[in-house]
């Protein structure tokens, strides 16, 4: 058996947590394998919503596996904080959500560092989510992290305390404020929660699982174009979310991997700092906020807006080897009379179809107009039933990218889902 990968092909939020929730049927196991709490999945069922952080968004079918990869950064208090809500809803996780020993906690001030470096940038900030990601994933590639798997030895009070001593000596760089003590109580009530599960060597038990022919999906987090090596440097994440970040915050081989569902919005949207191609500050684009609800699932934030952009896309898929893909949020466009796709860009003149490497260089976005199908899509329960200009727009995209879109989402809800 083979593991297959979902992942967001734009800046983040393209509705990876409803997808995954809606495709929890056909697998065994969901396991999430990088980022950590920067990541809001938003899952809307009968009409409530959930957001999930650290958690897998396989969560809400019983009878499944959820997996917490050694690829994700975990912050205890966050994460009892996520355990507690669902508990609330009487969903006990502690029999079938499974955590592996080598995945990093995310320290009180590992937060703080993140405040304060952001702070000192100003109006060169990446935007970060300030849960602390960057300082732990600086800490794991620089041989000072702690893992989960250390909150059981003996000597873990010892290594928190001298990781914190070495931050607080990085913090006296910074003229920030801050109070330790405000987050350690809950940081370490979180840590206790942590315990009660099962913590485990889970490259050994994933294999296994598909040596016995389980299905298991990879959840990614963010999206390809904040990954850390191929994003818009250094308005990015801390972590690779293209697919080969499925193998290593994992522990499966490339061999191993099945299907690659990509997935995008029928437009584009990024919330932070960094280079936007197609954004539209203006009506248009507050248009598609409104109608989209774009605001950020973790932090709040008005999410920037804009057509979809085939040059990103395509390199997306690219990086990825996508196989397949899904395009979500498509209702948010059914009253725009004109829609555009950019299918190129202009720059010093010039015009290029690929990714630039310099984010800073001013970008004319050339686009392809479509007529809108200016039509509510409730009604559409297979792809044969949609109105002939989406149908245009998607088969124009199937086209350019040259990879099928096998379901298209047409709402929040679980339900709102067409397939091909
Ligand atoms: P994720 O981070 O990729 O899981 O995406 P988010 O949850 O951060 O953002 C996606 C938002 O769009 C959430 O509020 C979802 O409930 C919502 N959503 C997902 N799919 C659709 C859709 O097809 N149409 C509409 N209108 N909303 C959607
Ligand atoms: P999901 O999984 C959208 C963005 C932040 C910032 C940059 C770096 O919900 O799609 P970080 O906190 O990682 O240091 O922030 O990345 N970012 C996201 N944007 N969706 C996310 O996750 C994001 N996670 C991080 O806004 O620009
Ligand atoms: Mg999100």
Redesign the pocket.
């Known amino acids: 058996m083979k593991i297959d990968v979902l992942l ?1 092909l734009q ?4 509705g ?2 409803k997808i995954v929730d809606f495709l929890t049927p056909k697998y065994d196991v969901i396991a999430r394998f990088q ?2 709490p ?4 938003t899952l809307e069922i009968k009409n409530i919503q959930h957001i999930l952080h650290n958690i897998p968004s396989g969560i809400f079918h019983k009878e499944k596996l959820n997996i917490i990869g050694n690829g994700v950064v975990i912050d205890p208090l966050i994460f009892k904080e996520e355990i507690d809500s669902i508990k609330k809803l009487g969903i006990d996780l502690s029999e079938n959500l499974i955590i592996s020993k080598k995945a990093h906690l995310i320290l009180p001030t590992h937060r703080i560092l ?1 405040a304060a470096s952001e702070a000192a940038k100003g109006k060169i900030k ?6 602390g ?2 300082p732990t994933y600086m800490d794991k590639t620089g041989r000072n992290g702690i893992r989960v798997g250390d909150i059981i030895r003996q000597d873990f009070k010892k290594k928190y305390t001298f990781l914190v001593k070495k931050h607080q000596e990085i913090l006296k760089l910074y003229d920030f404020f801050y109070q330790l003590s405000d987050y350690e109580k809950g940081w370490f009530e979180g840590v206790e929660t942590i315990k009660k599960f099962n913590i485990v060597d889970s490259e050994y038990l994933i294999n296994n699982y598909l040596e016995e022919g389980r299905a298991i999906l990879a959840e ?4 390809t174009l ?1 990954d850390i090596d191929f994003g818009s440097y250094p ?5 690779n979310t293209v697919s080969a970040g499925a193998c290593t915050g994992l522990g499966v081989a490339p061999n191993k991997i099945g299907e690659i569902i990509g997935i995008f919005k029928a437009y584009c ?6 280079p936007f191609p197609t954004e539209l500050i203006n009506p248009t684009g507050e248009e598609l906020r409104k109608r989209g609800a774009e605001f ?4 709040g ?1 008005p ?1 920037r807006c804009g057509w979809l952009d085939m040059v990103s896309l395509k390199y997306s898929i690219m990086l990825n080897g996508v196989t397949q893909l899904i395009m979500t949020k498509v209702d948010v466009l059914n009253l725009f009379k004109i829609i555009n796709i950019c299918t190129g860009y202009k720059i010093e003149g010039k015009t290029i179809d690929y990714f630039p490497y310099d984010v800073e260089i001013e970008i004319e976005p050339i686009y392809t107009e479509f007529k809108g199908w200016n039509q509510d899509l409730s009604n559409a329960t297979s792809f044969d039933k949609l109105p002939v200009e989406l149908l245009k727009y998607i088969s124009f995209i199937e086209k350019e990218a040259g990879v099928p879109i096998k379901i298209i989402s047409i709402g929040a809800e679980r339900e709102q889902t067409v397939f091909n």
Do not use: M, P
């Open positions: 967001g800046w983040g939020d393209e990876k947590g980022g950590g920067n990541a809001g999945h993140d990446i935007g970060s989510t300030l849960k990601i960057g990614g987090a963010q999206g904040l308005y990015v994440t801390s972590s949207t990024r919330v932070g700092g960094g950020g699932a973790t932090t934030r999410r």
